[in-house]
């Protein structure tokens, strides 16, 4: 009996010994339809080393800076908003990675050496077609005119977006906005339009709780990330509308953590920046790829978003369609990795007084 | 008297007695010592030296003092009425344009703190600055960008050239030093903390308060009934300490939301009208009514196990002397809970005070708490002296309660089970 244990023992040790030539890696994303679609795009076909265990936060570079201070790092590849990847790579807390590969092919430069390029998401309003029987809301004006659409609005907790969005309902052109927000007049008007429905919003902090506010009916519009508004209304066929105007387009990219597993965190990072992964994850949420030749691959395979009972075109669905561009505001990640914090805690004010 | 008593009581091998018990006790001492030893360490590594840390970190600025040490020698020169000299400019051009690594990065961080687009500038500038050969320095340096002209910026500098501040407690309490470094209130669109602050101790109160009224019926039926019903009942007040905390906060989000339960019931019943519904969600309001039902067992114990000792005997004795229920009660029973009442105070009003996760989920724009904004700078503007600043107040207002506590009411009389 004794000698069976030890058998069993040392033959788990040999076994732990030869898998960790080949590290396993903790991917750390958003959670909800988001995480899904990666996890269909990328994850699973993911064949090297013995697996990737899948991670949800909240956005912040907190948590990556206390593992990397404390020369703890349990995070290996984390999706990051744009000034996070500014400031992270900054500080020192990415490694570097090698362009060469996807820089000429990108839609937009990369906005720092340590990403790789995944996709195009946007804030943009939305809501219920059940909640408007007679006339619609068609622009952010509307979202932003309690008196002709009454009711409650629901927006997210921080400032981003909303600023740019306010500006443009205020009656500033959607490609002159960052003009506008660098002079202090520009965020003082800004807020003097967030005045106007302060008492009429409910905050989220969660991607999945606007879908969840608008579909109880708490609120009859609500800003959302596009990609959940767009599952819902293409997986689970929900009666959504988007309001395409001063849709604010924002970058997402990935990174690998510095002291985490690094080969292996890279060697992932080029799998899932491919352009055959990009245009991969459309299928199961409309994000726009961030590279060129994801979009050709796109075209040609449209119906390209995998549904039941027979594929959707997904173009339409995304933020980088032509005809949402044309009305969207393109996020600055320099303007807010400047002025963030003051404007954080100014939107801390308005909200709390 | 004999020998023995003026000089000193010797043991049988001719030790002096005293002597001989001060060894056999500082044995004894050394054994308790080595006994409670790894819990004093594990109290040391996981609860003192990170709160020693974070007290520090409060006050350092020492960071950005080894990234322009040349620089801010040469600053206490600049006599602040125009721009700096070519000297000043130039010695702030070598010192972004040979810093190594990531110091040019971590330093824009904590200077966007005393005046935002530091960060952009020296980014940019450490690009361009290669590219620059040779002197004079300050146009070219203007050419790059031209905040490098503006006052507003080189006069920051000037809060960061000590290596402590105080300047993150300043803006913890929603002050903050100007550009002549003098203490001034922070702008009135950026002052949320002193209003937070208040808010904190309001809610914690209150929900203190509501714990006790609802707890200390609860207490008393528990701690009277048979047996056999009161396990039962203890069991209902244990349950949602087994379930998750997120789980219990999104079960009441469901109640009560304007569209829940509890409001479509109300209008149902025709007690309110369809557009009346009452917003018990998203406001302080929430937070006050989610967080008093997470932290009633905190109060309901303590009072229990008090409550227990207290001998039936008492008030029957009160009673048969001829005291009105309500007087007996008052009278004996009351201050014979005291110690409960006041353990489970103290417990709930901790707790409360730095409560984070419902008043993210519920509390919506004013029902944000101090935790909140903590955890904000902590995980966004990744601005730590100023956490490390917020929890330190909190910490500091906590031991001033407690002292008040142990002045007023006596720690001894505090019964936690």
């Given at each position: 009996m004794f000698k069976l244990i030890k058998a069993t023992f040392l033959g788990l040790i040999a076994i732990a010994f030869t898998a960790s030539s080949y590290a396993d890696i903790t991917f750390v994303s958003w959670g909800g339809a988001s995480t899904n679609s990666q996890q269909k795009a990328y994850i699973d076909t993911w064949s090297k080393g013995s697996g990737v265990t899948v991670e949800n936060y909240n956005g912040g570079l907190g948590e990556i800076k206390a593992q990397v201070e404390a020369g703890n790092v349990t995070w290996d590849v984390v999706d990051v908003l744009p000034d996070q990847a500014i400031t992270g790579c900054d500080e020192g807390l990415f490694v570097k990675v090698d362009q060469s590969e996807f820089i000429n092919d990108m839609v937009v430069p990369p906005v720092s050496d340590c990403v790789v390029p995944q996709i195009f998401w946007a804030y943009t309003a939305f809501y219920d077609k059940a909640a408007f029987p007679g006339k619609k809301p068609k622009n952010i004006k509307d979202f932003f005119d309690v008196k002709k659409f009454p009711g409650k609005r629901g927006i997210h907790t921080w400032a981003n977006a909303l600023i740019e969005m306010a500006l443009v309902a205020d009656g500033v052109k959607a490609s002159k906005v960052y003009d506008v927000m660098s002079t202090p007049e520009g965020i003082d008007r800004a807020f003097a339009k967030l005045d106007t429905i302060k008492d009429h919003v409910v905050f989220w902090s969660a991607g999945s709780k606007p879908l969840e506010l608008v579909s109880s009916g708490e609120v009859v519009m609500a800003l959302a990330y596009n990609g959940r508004i767009g599952a819902a209304v293409l997986s689970e066929g929900k009666d959504f509308e988007y309001i395409w105007d001063a849709t604010v387009l924002e970058q997402e990219y990935l990174v690998a953590i510095k002291g985490g597993n690094e080969k292996e965190a890279l060697e992932f990072m080029a799998h899932a920046s491919t352009a055959q992964a990009?245009?991969?994850?459309?299928?199961?949420?409309p994000y726009g790829p961030m590279r060129k030749s994801s979009i050709d691959i796109i075209k040609k395979g449209e119906p390209w978003f995998i549904k039941e009972g027979g594929n959707i075109d997904i173009l339409p669905h995304m933020p980088t369609a032509p005809k949402v561009l044309k009305r969207a505001v393109i996020a600055d990640p320099v303007w807010w990795a400047d002025n963030g914090a003051e404007v954080s805690e100014r939107f801390g004010a308005w909200k709390g007084n | 008297m004999n020998e023995t008593t003026t000089g000193s009581i010797l043991t049988t091998e001719g030790v002096p007695l005293k002597v001989s018990l001060q060894k056999a006790e500082r044995r004894n001492k050394i054994r308790a010592i080595l006994l409670v030893a790894p819990l004093l360490l594990f109290i040391l590594f996981t609860f003192l030296i990170p709160i020693g840390d974070m007290l520090l970190r409060s006050v350092d600025d020492s960071y950005i003092n080894t990234v322009f040490p040349?620089?801010?020698?040469?600053?206490?020169?600049?006599?602040?009425?125009?721009?700096?000299?070519?000297?000043?400019?130039?010695?702030?051009?070598?010192?972004?344009?040979?810093s190594e690594g990531y110091a040019i990065g971590k330093a824009s961080t904590r200077m966007n703190y005393a005046k935002s687009g530091w960060k952009s500038l020296l980014k940019k500038s450490k690009r361009k600055f290669k590219k620059i050969e040779e002197g004079p320095y300050k146009e070219q340096m203007i050419a790059i960008d031209k905040k490098w002209a503006d006052m507003e910026y080189w006069k920051a500098i000037g809060v960061m050239v000590d290596a402590t501040t105080a300047g993150y407690y300043l803006n913890a309490v929603d002050l903050k030093y100007n550009v002549d470094k003098e203490v001034v209130r922070q702008k009135e669109n950026r002052r949320i903390y002193n209003h937070t602050w208040f808010k904190t101790f309001k809610v914690s109160v209150l929900v203190m308060v509501f714990c006790l009224m609802l707890g200390y019926p609860i207490a008393y039926l528990l701690s009277t009934l048979p047996l056999k019903y009161s396990n039962l009942l203890m069991i209902c007040v244990l349950l949602p300490f087994w379930t998750s905390l997120l789980v219990r906060t999104v079960a009441w989000m469901v109640m009560l939301q304007q569209k829940g339960v509890f409001n479509n019931l109300l209008v149902m019943a025709n007690v309110i009208s369809d557009d009346s519904r009452f917003k018990l969600i998203y406001n302080e309001t929430a937070t006050i009514i989610f967080i008093t039902p997470i932290l009633l067992p905190f109060m309901v114990l303590p009072l229990y196990s008090v409550m227990k000792t207290i001998s039936p005997n008492y008030?029957?004795?009160?009673?048969n002397l001829g005291a009105s229920p309500m007087h007996a009660f008052y009278k004996i029973y009351m201050?014979?809970?005291?110690?409960?009442?006041s353990a489970g105070c103290l417990l709930v009003f901790i707790i409360a005070i730095g409560y984070y996760i419902t008043p993210e989920?519920?509390?919506?724009?004013?029902?944000?708490?101090?935790?909140?904004?903590?955890?904000?700078?902590?995980k966004t503007t990744l601005n730590w002296g100023l956490c490390a600043s917020l929890g330190a107040i909190l910490l500091a207002m906590m031991t001033v309660l407690y002292w008040a506590y142990n002045k007023i009411v006596g720690i001894e009389n505090i019964k936690l089970g």
């Open positions: 990009l245009a991969d994850q459309a299928k199961y949420i | 040349k620089t801010f020698k040469e600053y206490k020169k600049w006599d602040r009425q125009d721009l700096p000299s070519e000297e000043l400019y130039k010695t702030m051009f070598f010192e972004v344009k040979d008030m029957r004795a009160a009673l201050p014979n809970s005291v110690p409960g009442v989920l519920v509390g919506g724009k004013d029902g944000q708490m101090v935790g909140n904004w903590i955890a904000y700078h902590l």
